[in-house]
């Protein structure tokens, strides 16, 4: 599974998205955040993982994440934001939607849950930022619902893929866990854990996605901390990238 260029491409062969749709994230313990290191570093990253699947990292759109409950219908507009600055991301964003073709939806994490969507003929995409205070905000169902609003499809043909993220093996929660995420806590000799990605999947049910259209990669950002950047293994600043996008001009 793992690609030894340092990253995964969620591709046709999976029938997991339509042939139209690039579907990656990183798997390699190079830093995307310009908050953690220099400039120049995180810059030759981003291109690198970008020429790698033949994109242009001046189509990328970063938000600036902070596991609220926004979604930004992102547009041609937005082209570049927070592609060679933190601060020019869109402020105050926790998910992306688009049906524009070309734009590459990209996100920055290290253990919070990246969800990406796209539409089953590939129609529009979606990547959400899903740690437990965004998803208590709805954020998976808003993403959601506005896909379905914007572009007029339905969430029925929305597939899903959850990138690497926190397993219930390593997600160690406090007791004040229990009041608001009972049913996906798991409890280990007095030790809560929260399951994010059953909890997400429940949240991707609801709004309509069908189970067979979610993927899991089933990969733990802690447990596979020497490919993943993990904030609860000691990454507090750099991150992994996730992005996705429409092909076309
Ligand atoms: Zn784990």
């Keep these: 599974m793992y690609n030894p260029k340092g990253l995964i491409q969620i591709c046709k062969s999976n029938n997991i998205f339509p042939e139209n749709i690039i579907a990656a994230f990183s798997a390699s313990k190079l830093n995307y955040d310009y908050r953690a290191e220099s400039g120049n570093e995180v810059l030759k990253n981003r291109k690198d993982f970008f020429r790698q699947l033949a994109l242009d990292l001046d189509n990328a759109v970063f938000p600036i994440q902070v596991h609220k409950a926004n979604v930004a219908i992102v547009d041609r507009k937005d082209k570049g934001r927070g592609v060679f600055s933190f601060e020019q ?55 959601i619902q506005a896909m379905v609003d914007q572009f007029e499809i339905k969430s029925k043909d929305i597939k899903a893929v959850f990138a690497p993220a926190i397993g219930s ?81």
């Excluded at 129609?123 to 954020?139: D, P, T």
């Excluded at 990605?197 to 990669?217: N, Q």
């Excluded at 993990?230 to 429409?246: E, H, N, P, Q, W």
Aim: with cysteine; hydrophobic share 40%; glycine share 8%.
């Design 89 to 143: 991301g869109i402020a105050q964003t926790d998910a992306l939607i688009t049906n524009v073709k070309g734009l590459v939806l990209c996100l920055l994490t290290a253990d919070c849950l990246p969800i990406i969507f796209a539409e089953s003929n590939g129609k529009a995409i979606g990547i959400v930022h899903a740690g437990w205070k965004g998803i208590k905000l709805g954020i998976i169902e808003k993403t």
């Design 169 to 249: 093996c390593c997600y160690e929660v406090g007791p004040e866990f229990l009041e608001i995420f009972s049913e996906d806590i798991n409890s280990r000799e007095q030790t809560r854990f929260l399951d994010i990605k059953s909890l997400a999947k429940k949240k991707c049910l609801k709004s309509g996605i069908l189970s067979a259209s979610i993927t899991d990669v089933s990969i733990c950002t802690r447990c596979s901390n020497d490919k993943f950047f993990s904030y609860r293994a000691g990454d507090y600043l750099k991150r992994m990238i996730s992005v996705v996008a429409i092909k076309g001009e």
